[in-house]
């Protein structure tokens, strides 16, 4: 628990102030089926930075994922997003927080419509009620433009030329891409990603690796669930390694690769160990 810091209900130091967003857990324990699949897990995704989780499958990466993105609330321990409880939270505010995330699940579902369609969703959402009107309005009257902020998404991840393909249409790897420019496209202050380049080539690996880098040069905060060694070496800043039901090491990327301080680590990232 040593990273909560001035928490949990009320609003503290961390709050809104910096502009960014820091999401956390604190002593956060999960399971299911009254299996415990991680104990006591703390660490923070801050603003301006690329932290990586590597595990092993099924060391529960996407599950830490979606309780930092509030989808579930952990069975121990706290997520706070600036210091503040999320389950302490109104409905209202927890959407609030939500909103300003930006997440790709493994299991991506894009929405039955066209790809333009997919990757302007977040904006949508996110538009005050004068906006949802001036565009309902727009649609229509057969006016209705795709908002510039989705068409730059889909050029970063190279999708802008197949904007007016339906998504059933897609590749896996096209669907991916798409799913990507969905949580680009709104700027939200923290990016959440599982297996993001799963099923894509070392190309268009090679640019979403980028959309990610200058996301976090933007002051994104990107927390990026992966198993590609050499992905965490190349775009993270931190990495947090998650084995055994705990975080056995959480540190700068360099110093988790080349001079770790579990011994277990090393075994992990060199592919050495038998789990
Ligand atoms: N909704 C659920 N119900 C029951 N068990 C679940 C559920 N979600 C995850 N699990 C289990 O929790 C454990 C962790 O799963 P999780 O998907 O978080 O792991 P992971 O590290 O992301 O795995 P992978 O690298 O294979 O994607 C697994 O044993 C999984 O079967």
Redesign the pocket.
Known sequence: MSEMTGVVDGRTSEDDSTGGLRLAAHGVTH???G?T??SDVSLAVEPGEVLA?V????????????LLACLESPAEGVVTANGRNVGEMSEEERLHVRRRLGMVL?HRCLFSATVASNAAYGLRVRATWNERIRAAIRGFLGTAETPLAAVDALETVGMVDKQDRHAASLSGGEAQRVAIARALAPEPDVLLF??PTSNLDPRNTAIVEKAICDARDRGMGVCL?T?DMQQAQRVSDRTAV?LGGEIIECGPTGQVFEEPSDRRTRKFVEGELVY
């Open positions: 399971g299911f089926d299996e699949v991680f989780v595990g092993p499958s099924g060391s529960g990466k996407t599950t830490l994922l979606r493994q599982d297996e669930a198993h998650l």
